[in-house]
């Protein structure tokens, strides 16, 4: 089935670990997106890319890093976790560049829990 | 920064009532998105508006942009306990990422 795939869908963590978050789309869609979602405070832009080999940086980007190596894959790490990164984390992704006409895919999220 | 502000936060409502969130920008959109997450859910798009004053139906469910593309409401008209979900407008200012509002959670009592 096509779609948005995320790994791990849930995972505790030390404070001070390194993480990553994978994200894998076999739609072929340009863009993509990582939020995350926090109860009372929707969902907020970590970091998004536009198309394979450029990134950008969203609302919430400090403490998180991403890249884009190829169409179909889009990575969230987190260097040195910290309790404040506890969120469920969703990737998405579009099949254009500025969703005028498109609509986010988003996948079944990761809970985080940092200690 | 640019801020999509929605409102109610939460909304409670007996099965049957008519319930109604609203989405409002400070800057003009380009297009505005409206997406509903169920318990335990992803974020599933609904439909998206792009031009001024649009109005687009889907069964009981009613959106709304705005004339001046800065304010934006989803209708639904006698819920059912399948509606219950939180429901986020998404509103594009520029650039190449979506602004969500913080959503309206709706509980739907039998």
């Known amino acids: 089935i096509a779609g948005i795939t995320q790994a791990p869908t849930s995972q505790i963590l030390a404070a001070g670990r390194r993480m990553t978050l994978r994200c894998t789309q076999d739609m072929r869609h340009n863009a993509m997106y990582w939020y995350r979602q926090d109860l009372g405070l929707g969902l907020r832009l970590i970091h998004y890319?536009?198309?394979?080999?450029?990134?950008g940086k969203g609302e919430v980007p400090d403490g998180y890093s991403v890249s884009r190596a190829n169409t179909d894959d889009f990575p969230l790490t987190l260097a040195s976790a910290v309790p404040s990164q506890t969120s469920v984390y969703f990737c998405?992704?579009?099949?254009?560049?500025?969703?005028?006409?498109?609509?986010?895919?988003f996948g079944e999220g990761s809970r985080l829990t940092v200690l | 920064g640019q801020q999509v502000m929605q409102i109610p936060q939460y909304q409670h409502v007996q099965e049957g009532e008519d319930f109604t969130t609203y989405c409002n920008s400070s800057t003009t959109l380009s297009n505005i998105q409206w997406y509903k997450q169920r318990p335990g859910g992803h974020p599933v798009f609904l439909i998206q508006l792009v031009k001024s004053g649009e109005v687009k139906k889907q069964k009981r469910l009613t959106f709304q942009f705005g004339e001046a593309k800065k304010n934006s409401s989803l209708h639904i008209t006698a819920t059912q306990t399948t509606d219950v979900g939180t429901y986020f407008c998404?509103?594009?200012?520029?650039?190449?990422?979506?602004?969500f509002g913080k959503g309206t959670s709706l509980l739907v009592t039998p």
């Open positions: 998405a992704s579009s099949p254009v560049v500025r969703t005028d006409t498109g609509e986010l895919f």
């Open positions: 890319s536009n198309t394979a080999g450029t990134t």
């Open positions: 998404a509103g594009l200012h520029s650039g190449y990422a979506l602004n």
